[in-house]
């Protein structure tokens, strides 16, 4: 089991923008034997995570958030608890899993009890993950209307309303939080309505995991555009792009990590679609991994009958310039060199993803230092 400990005295200094997703591999509520660190992670290595990220100079955490013992509310506050300075933020919700007054009070509590760390990322979950469970993937309208809610809310206002997102005589708290208020940031492909709704709604944009540095930029203009188009500053959106990590990892490991990865993307209709266009990819590659003999009988997505690891004879079809162009994989000099394409593409901040904070320590170093 996972000692958790108490916040640190002895923090490298802050990478100001570099941010970090916890719980690298699949949730799992007992430990699995392996020799490898990203097969699998439990919540309570997730909380210690944060506190590894804070350690080793990160300035913020991301949290995936799976409707099962990965439930971000949770694992979040234990994780602020830990730390001190280290900023926490869900990545992301889908606003119809929660009602807009118990997201309000979370964002509101998160700051009343660990200072202003703590960041709301709001995104449209997918259909396929909801299937069966009553709930729906949040349309953009709901999205527009939910934020105005919570900010209203946490400027401590009655609110009256009646529209896509439900009918609520009064809303108010009888006791909120008098700081400020909890940065709103979307997590997508900011395609058109997207970059629409990142500019009139959100401090922030989190970027999906491995587009490559084109497709940055393309999403960078359209949020720029959008900013326009509205009349504000596009300098106001932070925009960080999550980018599959392996620095120094054993050619298994980083494999797993990011072909492993990548298939589970690819093989999910529509979201495979999307990823290749905005890549610029072949579509063909789709075909290979959804009728991959190892998906014969697969009934959903890949990634909740397999682990990574295991479809590493699917991910075989990957082409290995793709994952070089969409991640940072290879020696810590390597991703540096990677990474800083992100940025130069219009990103403000790099997002490791798919590995764990620690295994990340020599690279944020590196990249801290990069302008030495």
Partial sequence: MTTLTEPSTDLAPVAEDMSAFVIAGAVASEQVESDYDTVSRTPAQGIQDGVDAERIGYRRIWLSERIDIKWSDVILSGVAAKTSRLEVGTGVIDPTTRHPWTAAALGATMQACYGERFNMGLGRGDNGYFRGSGINMATFAQMHDYVDILRRLWAGEHVAYDGPVGTFDDLSFAERYHGAPPPI????????????????????????????????????????????????????????????????????????????????????????????????????????????????????????????????????????????????????????????????????????????????????????????
């Avoid at 940031?185 to 970027?207: E, H, I, M, N, T």
């Avoid at 930029?217 to 009349?231: D, F, N, S």
């Avoid at 266009?277 to 959804?290: C, F």
């Fill in 185 to 372: 940031w979307f997590g997508g492909f900011c395609a058109p309505a997207g970059a629409r709704f990142a500019a009139a709604k959100s401090d922030g944009v989190l970027l999906i995991p491995m587009l490559n540095p084109v497709a940055v930029t393309a999403a960078k203009e359209r949020i720029v555009r959008a900013c326009r188009e509205v009349g504000r500053d596009p300098d106001e959106i932070r925009v960080a792009a999550l980018v599959v990590t392996a620095p120094d990892l054993d050619d298994f490991e980083a494999r797993a990590i990011a072909h492993g990865r990548m298939v589970t993307y690819l093989q999910y209709p529509g979201y495979g679609e999307q990823l290749c266009a905005a890549n610029g990819w072949d579509m063909s590659l789709l075909d290979k991994i959804r009728n991959h003999k190892r998906f014969e009988h697969l009934n959903q997505v890949a990634d909740r009958e397999f682990q990574r690891h295991e479809m590493m004879d699917v991910a075989s079809v990957i082409p290995d310039d793709y994952i070089w162009d969409c991640s940072a994989v290879g020696t810590v000099d390597d991703c540096v060199s990677n990474l800083q394409r992100f940025i130069d593409a219009g990103a403000d901040e790099i997002v490791t993803y798919g590995s764990t904070p620690a295994q990340n320590a020599k690279l944020v170093a590196a990249w801290r230092d990069r302008r030495r």
